[in-house]
């Protein structure tokens, strides 16, 4: 167990900030946010050129370097050295929250192990601020951040979350949106749902309904911008129900389909994972090779 007292010493120790910045409306960064980027010794940024935009912006002059996605393992490790030489290192992303579906989780935990002190600045974050004012229940919420690219990911990361009764929130690009909306629909139902895009820009907009509404409203309208979908959980009360199956054993629930259903070994193995939850692969080596 180690405790962290974040402000002790502060003068004479290294110390990684985590600092947010605005998700769109410059007018969002903080007093205290602007200190820190002005009072540290570097600072680390996902996109130097917009880093630079935003320091120009605030007149602050402490040197950037580069931390992103593809470079932060060596990075990585010359900024926790600087930690531990006693330096202020402060970690922003583009736009929000630092290591909330952007580079920084890695760093943090780098920081943790070295026991050098994290310090977290509060501030901008696009799934709290769509979330508050989506109009779907606030607590709990379940926040999943960007789905697979890919359809068949997409789709089993869904089926998994479709039990939840919390609000679910998501973030999704406008190119993939239409897609993902009709994937959620088959998949979660036609649930109640808020599009949230260019938060705190001039063009700010909510769209709620239903997402057979949404879904329609996609193909009407050209989609533009980055976008946050708050998704209401299931009202469903899952209970537990006794399977069929249960009392039989692996290679009786497979007998089961092969005699009574008429499957072939194949259909019975692909079906008696899929009641089990397990993986085919290993239901069939059960089957066959271990027995």
Same mark, same amino acid.
């Given at each position: 167990?180690?405790?962290?007292?974040?402000?002790?010493?502060?003068?004479?120790?290294?110390?990684?900030?985590?600092?947010?910045?605005?998700?769109?409306?410059?007018?969002?960064?903080?007093?205290?946010?602007?200190?820190?980027?002005?009072?540290?010794?570097?600072?680390?940024?996902?996109?130097?050129?917009?880093?630079?935009?935003?320091? =120009?912006?605030?007149?602050?002059?402490?040197?950037? *370097?580069?931390? =992103?996605?593809?470079?932060?393992?060596?990075?990585?490790?010359?900024?926790?050295?600087?930690?531990?030489?006693?330096?202020?290192?402060?970690?922003?992303?583009?736009?929000?929250?630092?290591?909330?579906?952007?580079?920084?989780?890695?760093?943090? +935990?780098? @920081?943790?192990?070295?026991?050098?002190? &994290?310090?977290?600045?509060?501030?901008?974050?696009?799934?709290?601020?769509?979330?508050? @004012?989506?109009?779907?229940?606030?607590?709990?919420?379940?926040? #999943?951040?960007?789905? =697979?690219?890919?359809?068949? /990911?997409?789709?089993?990361?869904? $089926?998994?979350?479709?039990?939840?009764?919390?609000?679910?929130?998501?973030? $999704?690009?406008? =190119?993939?949106?239409?897609?993902? %909306?009709?994937?959620? %629909?088959?998949?979660?139902?036609?649930?109640?749902?808020?599009?949230?895009?260019?938060?705190?820009?001039? #063009?700010?907009?909510?769209?709620?309904?239903?997402? $057979?509404?949404?879904?329609?409203?996609?193909?009407? /309208?050209?989609?533009?911008? $980055?976008?946050? *979908?708050?998704?209401?959980?299931?009202?469903?009360?899952?209970?537990? *129900?006794?399977?069929?199956?249960?009392?039989?054993?692996?290679?009786?629930?497979?007998?089961?389909?092969?005699?009574?259903?008429?499957?072939?070994?194949?259909?019975?193995?692909?079906? +008696? @994972?899929?009641?089990?939850?397990?993986?085919?692969?290993?239901?069939?080596? @059960? #089957?066959? &090779?271990?027995?």
């Amino acid at each position: 167990m180690w405790q962290q007292k974040s402000f002790e010493n502060e003068e004479k120790k290294g110390i990684l900030y985590l600092v947010p910045t605005p998700i769109g409306n410059l007018e969002d960064m903080s007093f205290r946010a602007i200190r820190i980027l002005k009072e540290a010794d570097v600072i680390a940024a996902e996109d130097t050129r917009n880093t630079k935009k935003l320091c =120009h912006y605030f007149e602050i002059e402490t040197p950037i *370097v580069s931390y =992103h996605e593809h470079n932060k393992e060596t990075s990585g490790e010359k900024l926790i050295q600087k930690v531990k030489d006693g330096l202020k290192v402060a970690l922003v992303s583009d736009a929000g929250m630092p290591a909330i579906s952007d580079p920084g989780y890695e760093l943090v +935990t780098a @920081a943790i192990s070295e026991k050098a002190t &994290v310090v977290p600045l509060p501030g901008a974050n696009a799934a709290l601020t769509s979330l508050i @004012a989506s109009g779907l229940p606030c607590q709990p919420f379940y926040f #999943y951040g960007f789905l =697979h690219r890919n359809k068949k /990911d997409k789709r089993a990361e869904l $089926e998994e979350l479709k039990k939840q009764s919390a609000t679910l929130i998501f973030y $999704e690009s406008p =190119h993939r949106l239409k897609e993902t %909306l009709a994937i959620m %629909l088959d998949v979660l139902g036609n649930r109640n749902i808020a599009l949230c895009r260019e938060l705190t820009k001039k #063009y700010e907009e909510f769209i709620r309904g239903t997402l $057979e509404d949404a879904i329609e409203l996609a193909h009407q /309208d050209e989609i533009r911008g $980055e976008f946050c *979908v708050v998704v209401e959980g299931t009202d469903v009360v899952q209970e537990e *129900v006794t399977s069929w199956w249960q009392p039989l054993s692996l290679d009786e629930h497979i007998q089961h389909y092969i005699s009574v259903k008429s499957m072939t070994s194949k259909e019975a193995i692909k079906q +008696t @994972a899929k009641d089990r939850g397990l993986n085919k692969r290993d239901v069939y080596q @059960a #089957y066959h &090779v271990e027995k």
